[in-house]
């Protein structure tokens, strides 16, 4: 027998109920849909004491109630005999005996919560489910101990068991909605393989020391920031970098806390502590940015704390209504039908599921948002101004050209280095560092002399050489070959030796290959572009021309930056200012969204209300459409959620609501609002795969 | 009472079926370290939840079927209806008894999406958790897991005719299945090694623990589902008689 025809649970031959399912990434064949979800059972993880007996709370309420409805049934359908003879009775003296450890078992909780709120003067949700559900059952004992009249247990008891599966929906799409920040969080938590002396013990990862040998099993996720001392891998950076490709990682290349090892097993130095990764602050970060109420959430747990007495006031009031008109067993189910019926729990779920799945989808490409009301503010920009030196461009000039005359480019270049190697100017390590690889065995110049604003000069294997403007070398005597001008925003450093300049190096800041596609999709998006900066006006025009940028402005102190943003802001509305984090720090605070692009040193800075990593610019649309997305989830979903209670609620009043059904609704509601807001994700996670041609990185 | 008799014995033949489902649970929920009679309860815990949840799910759709087509005591017009819900329900179990004698394929199960994930998470949750209150929740839930055999039972008992026979013939199929379900519970227990210190040296990554090998072997339980498969085929066949063959002959009374 070939073992894909055998259930991977059961191992029965699947048969011709079989079929073919994947698990954790492992293609499987099951003998029928039950064995799959059993399976899933049983090789999965996840252990949440809390949810474990809110869960061990619900199964033995629901064996309770399940015979109280039973009983009910056979009671209210003539199975036992006459409604009103002595079996009836018994039967209600066992409902009563069922119902009353279900009643403390399942509306302890929410009269704990009634009181607690109570103490604080407050009305919440937990109060209008303590009445209703109080009520229906002291009446019901009452009716017992009396001999008479019909009883409601049944309704008491499904009532609690919908509410408290609501609860359990709520608690799980919560965690649901963090899953895919779990690893983050857990990372001060999270434990290492620590190899000493030939053994191999798991340790918390605080307790990790520089020089620590740690174990990376393949496909686990790296918790220490140190070097690779043995195997080879390759690991995929993306939460760290927002780059998605796997690097290749053999003896000697540093890894990174937060990164995924890819197939091989790795043995890694600990070059830092545990507790001061990058991965660690990143955390801490997140953890923070999800407790933050967000303006739309604070808005509506501020509303919905409104409605309660509200409610409370209209379910009195609808049964005081109906019980002169009704007899008062069907007053009391109006009222209790009113009082389930209006809690608004799904309308607090919407905002915080919303953000924590859009924070955990942003964290996935390393792009941390400082809480839900980022994302809030994100999707009302109109226009984003963008600093240019190191976030348009990447910040330090590169040799860009090199010309030659009566020499070769190498000759050029080796002296270019040579000279460049005894100077500390910014251009000069640019030569340098343009001239590592192609001239290695450069010497360092003797006899350096700075000129400073015009040029070096010295000796290159002993023979004098000098490196400077056009100006400084003319000013030596050496005469200039036509034809070698500076291109557009490139500057020419000219070489001489033997009594006349022999080659110039052209040097550019580059602009950011993903520059360009970023404005064009800013611009689909239908959001302004602006440039701020403080560079000179020609560069400042020119990168402005190359993007198709319409507006810049030029020459511009951290100040001046802050009134353009201003009116900016007054023209096309709310502006998100892209920019670094340590010279632009006070233009990110003023704008309505302040995004810092690279460097680890700002995470910890209040400025920037989302920080992208280095090599993220390229993402920043897709977090335009996240943040879209996200609020049109919160949006729609609030609306759902207000539209379904109110119809519940005049339906309720007007008596034509069962509260046994108002109970379900009001768990179907948050079922729904769990199952939508989840779905949501999804949805964009695909959309915006295409969007840029990112991958995603392994959720491990 | 015949009728009853013969679901129990389906249930007992089906039974080898559950434990390849759900024997794995029992056997993974073990031992109580407060000593046998403790152990003992959780596992009754756990079966009297699952039967439970059977019984409920028999006593409901025998009188949502009562509901679609009146009782017994109603006249000849709504007979027609309670025939044709017999034929229905008889075929459907037909249907499923024939696919567990591996006759023809069946209708692949959708997924239920959201809300089989809720199942299964509740289920780990509930696995871990120790004492006879996280056992009987277990059994609660383990009741609504799909399976074609309760599925077969459910459709007789929604032909029935009346909660009171829905339950009572969900009951027997439940109480058939008990003493595999328990006697797993035994041998799980048996042979499970005792837990060793927790956070000790890591050797390797965690090997795949498999309940499943200490059941009876595949073949067996096979044999077991065929058997079962023929109940239902058998009681399929019964109750689309009660549909079809004039009044005065009507098996019910068996």
């Known amino acids: ?26 293609a499987l064949a099951f003998c029928c849909y039950g064995c799959y979800l059993a399976y899933q059972v049983r090789h999965g993880e996840r252990d949440e004491p809390e949810a474990a007996l809110l869960l061990i709370r619900i199964g033995v309420g629901a064996f ?42 399942l509306g302890g909780p929410f009269v704990a919560g009634a009181w607690r709120a109570a103490r604080q003067g407050r009305v919440g949700t937990d109060t209008l489910v303590s009445i209703g559900v109080l009520s229906a059952y002291g009446f019901s004992a009452m009716q017992v101990w009396a001999g008479s009249g019909a009883v409601y247990f049944d309704t008491v008891t499904m009532v609690l068991i919908l509410f408290t599966v609501g609860r359990y929906l709520e608690a799980v799409g919560r965690v649901r909605a963090a899953r895919s920040l779990a690893p983050m969080l857990a990372a001060e938590r999270a434990e290492v393989r620590v190899v000493h002396d030939g053994t191999e013990t798991l340790q918390p990862v605080r307790e990790v020391q520089p020089g620590s040998i740690v174990r990376v099993l393949p496909g686990e996720r790296i918790a220490v920031d140190g070097v690779v001392i043995e195997g080879r891998s390759e690991c995929n950076e993306a939460i760290l970098t927002g780059r998605a490709d796997m690097l290749a990682k053999a003896p000697g290349a540093p890894v990174l806390a937060g990164s995924i090892n890819g197939t091989g097993q790795l043995v890694v130095r600990a070059t830092a502590a545990g507790g001061v990764t990058r991965w660690v602050q990143i955390s801490r970060l997140v953890r923070d ?12 747990d501020r509303v919905a704390a409104a409605f309660v007495p509200l409610v409370l006031l209209l379910a009195v009031g609808t049964l005081w209504y109906w019980a002169s008109r009704a007899p008062f067993d069907q007053a009391l189910l109006t009222g209790l039908a009113v009082l389930v019926v209006a809690c608004p729990c799904s309308m607090g779920l919407a905002a915080p599921l919303a953000t924590t799945l859009g924070i955990g989808l ?36 590169q040799v860009v050209d090199i010309w030659a005359h009566e020499a070769t480019e190498h000759e050029v270049l080796y002296r270019a280095t040579a000279l460049a190697k005894g100077s500390e100017h910014p251009l000069a390590k640019a030569i340098a560092a343009g001239g590592r690889d192609r001239v290695p065995n450069a010497p360092v110049a003797t006899e350096v002399r700075a000129h400073p604003g015009a040029g070096l000069s010295g000796r290159v294997d002993g023979e004098p050489a000098a490196m400077g403007s056009a100006k400084f070398l003319r000013g030596r005597g050496e005469r200039i070959p036509a034809g070698w001008a500076a291109g557009n925003g490139t500057t020419l450093v000219y070489i001489g030796w033997g009594g006349r300049a022999r080659g110039a190096i052209a040097l550019a800041d580059r602009v950011l290959p993903e520059a360009g596609k970023v404005m064009a999709a800013l611009r689909g998006r239908d959001v302004q572009v602006v440039l701020l900066s403080g560079d000179r006006e020609t560069a400042v025009a020119r990168l402005a021309t190359k993007l198709a940028v319409p507006e810049w402005r030029s020459g511009l102190a951290p100040e001046d930056k802050v009134r353009e943003l201003r009116a900016w802001e007054r023209r096309y509305g709310p502006v998100a200012m892209v920019g670094d984090g340590l010279n632009d720090g006070p233009v990110l605070a003023a704008a309505t969204v302040g995004i810092a692009v690279g460097g680890a040193t700002d995470l910890a800075r209040e400025s920037a209300d989302v920080v992208l990593p280095e090599s993220a610019l390229e993402h920043l649309p897709w977090l335009l459409q996240l943040s879209a997305d996200v609020n049109r989830s919160i949006r729609a979903n609030l609306a759902w959620a207000l539209g379904y209670n109110a119809i519940a609620l005049a339906l309720a009043v007007c008596g034509w609501l069962q509260p046994v059904i108002a109970a379900g609704l009001m768990a179907g509601s948050s079922l729904v609002v769990v199952s939508r807001s989840l779905n949501a994700r999804r949805g964009h996670a695909l959309r915006a795969a295409d969007h840029v041609g990112f991958a995603g990185p392994a959720s491990a | 009472m015949f009728e009853y008799f013969l679901i129990s014995l389906a249930g007992l033949a089906g039974s080898l079926h559950c434990i390849g489902m759900c024997g794995g649970f029992v056997c993974v929920m073990g031992k109580d370290s407060r000593g046998a009679a403790a152990t003992l309860r959780r596992h009754l815990a756990y079966n009297l939840g699952r039967v439970t949840s059977y019984c409920f799910l028999g006593g409901v759709l025998g009188h949502l079927g009562m509901l679609l087509v009146g009782d017994h005591a109603q006249p000849a017009a709504a007979s027609l209806a309670q025939r044709s819900l017999a034929v229905v329900s008889g075929s459907m179990m037909l249907y499923i008894g024939l696919q567990f004698l591996g006759l023809f394929r069946a209708a692949r199960w959708q997924t ?31 009741g609504f897991l799909p399976c074609p055999l309760v599925y077969a039972f459910l459709a007789q008992a929604a032909g029935s005719g009346g909660p009171l026979p829905g339950a009572l013939t969900m009951t027997a199929f439940g109480l058939g299945t008990f003493p595999a379900m328990l006697a797993m519970g035994g041998i799980g227990v048996w042979l499970r090694p005792a837990p060793g210190p927790p956070g000790a040296t890591v050797v390797s990554m965690t090997p795949r623990g498999n309940a499943i090998t200490l059941a009876p072997p595949p073949a067996w339980r096979l044999h077991g589902v065929r058997i079962a498969g023929a109940f239902i085929v058998l009681l399929g066949a019964i109750t689309i008689a009660r549909g079809v063959l004039p009044m005065g002959a009507h098996p019910h009374g068996l």
């Open chain 1, 1 to 26: 027998m070939k073992p894909s025809s055998t259930c991977s649970h059961c191992l029965l031959p699947t048969g011709r109920l079989g079929q073919q399912r994947e698990v954790n990434g492992e």
């Open chain 1, 64 to 105: 309770l109630a399940m015979n109280i409805m039973l009983f009910s049934l056979l009671l209210y359908s003539g199975a036992l005999g006459d409604v009103d003879g002595v079996t009836a009775r018994l039967v209600h003296w066992l409902l009563l005996f069922l119902a009353t450890p279900l009643v403390l078992l």
């Open chain 1, 289 to 300: 940015a999800l407790v933050r109420k967000s303006f739309l959430g604070n808005t509506v």
């Open chain 1, 362 to 397: 942003a964290a996935q490409r390393g792009i941390l948002l400082r809480g839900g009301g980022a994302l809030e503010k994100l999707a009302r920009v109109r226009a984003v101004a963008f600093d240019k030196t190191g976030t348009l461009t990447e910040g330090r000039p």
């Open chain 2, 112 to 142: 239920l999406g959201f809300g089989a994930d809720l199942l299964v998470g509740a289920l780990q949750r509930l696995l871990k958790a120790p004492g006879a209150g996280a056992a009987l929740a277990l059994g609660v839930l383990n």
